[in-house]
């Protein structure tokens, strides 16, 4: 295998040192970009998702347009619940749907397990950025993590309240743990698939799991995740273990063992990584919106969070959240400058 | 002035000892309750708001059918934007929406400062319910924080991102200044008439300031709240400063110097209450949608907020946000008997 002309980013992950803070940014490949616009202009989210050239070709727009230290695939984290058996559209207004949800026994019961043939369209969509990719920066897979999952799954849809969700924990925990176990087993497979086909690093989205207090986080959703980190430790690649509002789940979060937590930006990662420890990296922190405001404002903030990591090995520079569908590009590349401009060489 | 028959609540917001917790519940008079549903069928949210016989109808309603500690005024926290000029509406699927939010200097410069003669309605509302409640229990007054209230201004309803709100923020520093000095100057007008009407207590609700880093929330938050507690002093009743998603905020809230932070259910009651130190009573915590499980699962809770309180002086039993809509009566019944039940005498 040839050797990867840019390893900041993984580096990064296993906490070594490097010459300077790696940057990447969740959903670096979107709406943002007129690249990526042309091609949705023809084709859905699910078609450019599901067709390995049309997602490759997205997933490699950010990677030509900026100098960034990681590609990361594109895709959704619904995509392994069609296989499931789930109906799964994206509306242009509402965003995603699954149009049969499950709320009961019969609905868990239904669900199918999947082996690794159903993510073929993954596969080939890995192996083919890959290859396009020339080893010229790493490319990271991604799934969503079983509660994040969880909550499509039986709100139908994205959620203010995650009411639905809840009750359904709270009035039927047996079947929560059994559907639980099918979305842990269905993420797991998805992501053996990626990595095998060559994603040098994985994230799993638990971008909801700020909804639930500590208590209901430990008990319904990190056993989850644990069993998913610990199933991929023999595949020898990075995990990252994001989510948002987190800020009280942090200490409970590290206890999945991935080798990265990403952070939002609702906290300081000088504090949110004294919480974590420091035998674990850290992913973050800027607030997407930051991007829409003026280019002195962004390298101010920019600046103050390169400064929380210090020179400590283990910080990848990235947003709380992705970039934003509205945000200036000139804004987007802007902040990959400063980032690279003031990133720290850790030692 | 005759005594109140029962000042659990105040006693608890001065941190003085109990007999036992004292029980409310944010938004307890609401869609949940059929008795709510019938005033609401014939009149609109803003028509009860405005009447005074019907808001004080609606806030006695939870006090005849549980056996809370204190009763909170029926109003929303958009009503004082009305008279500063901005068109107010609560859309049925949509909820509250101002159709003429505010984007830039002429936007900011049009809004009208109030005096209290414009919240006539609110002073009468008041002043009846406590004829009402006939020293029962303590009557609340409340109002919206002013960075809660501009998100409103500035987006025109609800937001998920707050991106046109913090977009503002981060381009037009001098002008969300401007911005947030009218609304805070309004919400100290609106609550010194329902002091002065008979309010025992005021909650200051800054419900979406947890979209905020810290930083931001220093920066463009906090000296509004900071200014209007100081500003209620001389009023002799205790402020109680609520929020959610605060988990990283909680240090620089207490700066506002308010006599009670209330808190959401992300944070565990025992570790928040030893972030902001002892010499402020905490009111919460309890996720409302926990209101929708099976009752031992809400007793369990319930007892687990409680003893995380203990027996010291200063906590005020109650939801980490508003009762939701479908809420079980019954449900909401149970969970004030189990705080009831299980409430600490402190000393």
């Known amino acids: 295998m040839p050797a990867l002309m840019n390893d900041r980013f993984l580096r990064a992950c296993w906490r070594q040192p490097v010459d300077r803070t790696p940057v ?29 050239e049309l997602a490759a070709q997205v997933t ?32 242009e207004k509402e965003g995603p749907v699954i ?71 709270y009035t039927q925990p047996n079947l929560w743990r059994r559907l639980l176990e099918k979305l842990t087993q269905v993420v797991i497979g998805y992501l053996q698939v990626q990595i095998r ?6 994230q799993l989205f638990d971008s909801w799991v700020g909804c639930l207090s500590p208590g209901d986080y430990e008990e319904y959703a990190l056993p989850y995740v644990q069993r998913i980190v610990s199933e991929l430790k023999v595949e020898g690649v990075p995990v990252i273990y994001f989510g948002t509002g987190t800020a009280t789940l942090l200490a409970l979060m590290r206890k999945a063992g991935s080798d ?53 090995p283990g910080h990848i520079f990235n947003l709380g959240h992705g970039v934003l569908p509205q945000t200036p590009v000139e804004h987007v590349e802007a902040a990959v400058e400063f980032a690279q401009k003031h990133g720290r060489r850790t030692v």
């Open 24 to 52: 990447w940014f969740m959903r670096q490949a979107g709406r943002y970009m007129k690249e990526y616009q042309k091609v949705r202009a023809k084709y859905s989210i699910l078609e450019v998702c599901k067709t390995p």
């Open 60 to 91: 490699l727009q950010p990677i030509e347009r900026f100098p960034l230290d990681a590609a990361i695939i594109f895709a959704d984290i619904l995509l392994p619940l069609e296989p499931m058996g789930l109906d799964l559209a994206f509306l």
């Open 99 to 169: 149009r049969n949800p499950v709320r009961d026994k019969d609905g868990v019961e239904r669900l199918r397990a999947v082996d690794g043939e159903a993510f073929g369209f993954a596969r080939d969509a890995i192996s083919l950025a890959r290859r396009t990719l020339a080893d010229r920066v790493p490319l990271i897979g991604f799934a969503g993590a079983p509660f994040t999952l969880a909550s499509y799954v039986i709100e139908g849809g994205s959620s203010r309240s995650y009411i639905t969700t809840k009750t359904f924990m």
């Open 197 to 202: 086909a060559g994603a040098q690093a994985v």
């Open 260 to 312: 990265v937590i990403g952070l939002d930006w609702r906290v300081r990662l000088d504090e949110a990584w004294t919480t974590l420890g420091y035998e674990v990296a850290v992913q973050g922190n800027l607030d997407p919106v930051v991007l829409y405001g003026p280019l002195p404002e962004i390298e101010r903030r920019v600046v103050d969070i390169l400064d929380r990591a210090g020179n400590r």
